[in-house]
């Protein structure tokens, strides 16, 4: 299948001056390919760092990922091509999952490309090693094929294959590879309609039965947590009333239910997610909403915006007053009123 559509009048201007990639781009964008490909812990040479696609091209939007592709000759790592290509994958996901790198609202994605690949013809390709384009995009049509719509979507599927159940940041894996499509596809709508290679990606997967996964895998976890609550609320109350002080264990099993992290940044760094900060020491400076803290020795306060507060304990546990954790927080609250240490 080959399809052409019209495209914009000029490259992206937030990347381009004409056909000069900008200086500091240019740097910036081998700086972090760089870190990609030790990222990927293998041993052979890097040919070329080039980035492609809507942003190499003149079908570009606001919601084009920029994307970056460190090229090796795949066989030099392995015989087995599709052990080789799964194991990229998977260093890609995680990647993306621990460096979620953006540029004016624009996604920076990474990927091993074979050197074997053929490109097809039309696409602009811009080589950031050697500062020239190996092949300048047309203004006038860009052509796709099947190749290329699968190549685009191929991470993506293998991303959600890989997602499981209980890993306690599933939740916001699929919230993020959901607003990833979305991107996607608003990319592709905006810039060329429904046959560009973004859309036609999007509905390869949608028809896959990747989406219905998603939303399914996502159900479940938010039933889990409503079910979970009940528990949860238990352990901290029985805490709060002194009747059993909470263990190390006691509080990662909390944590991990919550879907928490241990961070002193707490709400400024994970607004709306519960944290666990190691001080007794606690400022709601520019947290604009409520926040329930418990420490590890039972006293818990309703924290305010822009206060600052002081517990007897080591470490402080906190829950965002937030429509997600509001049934928590009531539960907690009708559980503990006789008895419980609230200042």
């Known amino acids: 299948m080959?399809?052409?559509?019209?495209?914009q009048n000029s490259l992206n201007p937030n990347l381009w001056d004409e056909f000069h990639l900008k200086k500091?781009?240019?740097?910036?964008?081998i700086q972090i390919a760089k870190h990609f490909y030790e990222f990927l812990e293998i041993s052979v040479p890097i040919l070329d760092i080039i980035l492609i696609g809507s942003n190499a091209n003149y079908n570009w939007t606001k919601y084009s990922d920029i994307d970056l592709h460190v090229v090796i000759n795949y066989l030099e790592v392995g015989d087995n091509l599709h052990l080789v290509e799964q194991y990229f994958h998977a260093k890609k996901s995680i990647w993306n999952t621990n460096y979620p790198l953006k540029y004016k609202g624009m996604n920076i994605e990474l990927y091993a490309q074979d050197s074997n690949d053929e490109l097809h013809s039309s696409v602009g390709i811009y080589s950031l090693l050697h500062k020239k384009w190996i092949r300048k995009p047309s203004a006038d049509v860009i052509s796709i094929d099947d190749s290329d719509i699968d190549h685009k979507a191929a991470p993506y599927e293998y991303e959600i294959n890989s997602l499981k159940s209980d890993d306690p940041d599933l939740d916001y894996k699929i919230k993020d590879i959901l607003q990833r499509l979305r991107n996607l596809r608003a990319t592709g709508l905006e810039a060329a309609g429904e046959y560009s290679i973004e859309n036609l990606a999007y509905k390869q997967i949608r028809n896959k039965g990747y989406l219905s996964k998603l939303k399914e895998l996502l159900h479940k976890s938010t039933y889990g947590k409503l079910e979970i609550d009940e528990s949860v609320s238990d352990s901290l109350a029985k805490h709060i009333t002194k009747e059993r002080?909470?263990?190390?264990?006691?509080?990662?099993n909390i944590i991990m239910k919550t879907n928490g992290v241990h961070d002193a940044m707490g709400q400024w760094k994970h607004p709306g997610r519960c944290t666990m900060i190691p001080s007794n020491q606690i400022t709601m400076k520019q947290v604009p909403y409520d926040v329930l803290g418990i420490d590890d020795t039972g006293h818990m306060k309703l924290m305010k915006?822009?206060?600052?507060?002081?517990f007897p304990g080591s470490k402080v546990f906190e829950?965002?007053?937030?429509?997600?954790?509001?049934?928590?927080?009531?539960?907690?609250?009708?559980k503990i009123r006789n008895g419980a240490r609230y200042v």
């Not at 080959?2 to 495209?7: F, G, I, N, P, S």
């Not at 002080?245 to 990662?252: A, G, H």
């Open 2 to 7: 080959l399809k052409e559509y019209q495209t």
């Open 305 to 310: 915006p822009e206060q600052s507060y002081t």
């Open 245 to 252: 002080i909470l263990t190390n264990e006691d509080w990662s």
């Open 319 to 334: 829950i965002p007053r937030t429509p997600q954790w509001q049934t928590l927080m009531i539960q907690l609250v009708n």
């Open 24 to 29: 500091n781009l240019q740097e910036k964008f």
